[in-house]
């Protein structure tokens, strides 16, 4: 992959929220990436790059094994 293209890709945490049962872990392990929303619904933050040790810690911690990593 030419490198032009590498810097193109990017990796984002993705809650599957039909999954997820609310339980805040991920909060609180990563509330830089997380939150919780109005709508009682784990948001992600959009920022442009993801501290990726705290956000494989809430992956790691996820009591419904509901978050993972997409590349776009």
Do not use: Q
């Amino acid at each position: 992959m030419p490198d032009t293209e590498r810097h193109l890709t990017m990796k984002i945490p993705v809650v599957e929220l039909s999954e997820c049962i609310k339980c805040e872990i991920c909060v609180e392990v990563c509330p830089a990436v997380f939150r919780m929303n109005d709508a009682g619904y784990i948001d992600v933050a959009d920022l442009s790059s993801y501290p990726e040790p705290e956000v494989e810690e809430a992956i790691k911690n996820c009591a419904a094994d509901c978050i993972h990593w997409a590349e776009i």
